[in-house]
């Protein structure tokens, strides 16, 4: 089994700047990817951006040029800077890590979500 744990969240304003911290642990053998999500009121969950273990990275076109997604493969952490943020920023942001288990079984896992809130 493997948790994730974000943290970062919080409440800014417009144009400022946050970053968001993930940790995978547990059972993990190989992680494939990590990424982040977000989930705004009345909108479903869109990914914002991820990073696979030899650093190639994917972001949403909303978020490019903005936010950075950097990766510590030994400590099986993924961190999020988002800088020059806008009040449709604003949602719960999911952490998720994927790849194989001791015994080489597939895990997917999700954190709890940490808030985002941008203020105009």
């Known amino acids: 089994q493997v948790q994730v744990v974000e943290s970062g969240g919080g409440l800014v304003l417009a144009g400022g700047s946050l970053r968001l911290s993930c940790s995978a642990s547990g059972s993990i053998f190989t992680m494939a990817a990590m990424g982040w999500y977000r989930r705004a009121p009345g909108k479903q969950r869109e990914l914002v951006a991820d990073?696979?273990?030899?650093?190639?990275?994917n972001y949403a076109d909303s978020v490019k040029g903005r936010f950075t997604i950097s990766r510590d493969n030994a400590k099986n952490t993924v961190y999020l800077q988002m800088s020059m943020l806008k009040p449709e920023d604003t949602a719960v942001y999911y952490c998720n890590a994927r790849g194989r288990s001791f015994g080489l079984l597939p895990f997917d896992s999700w954190g709890q979500g940490t808030q985002v809130t941008v203020s105009s």
């Open positions: 990073i696979t273990g030899g650093g190639s990275t």
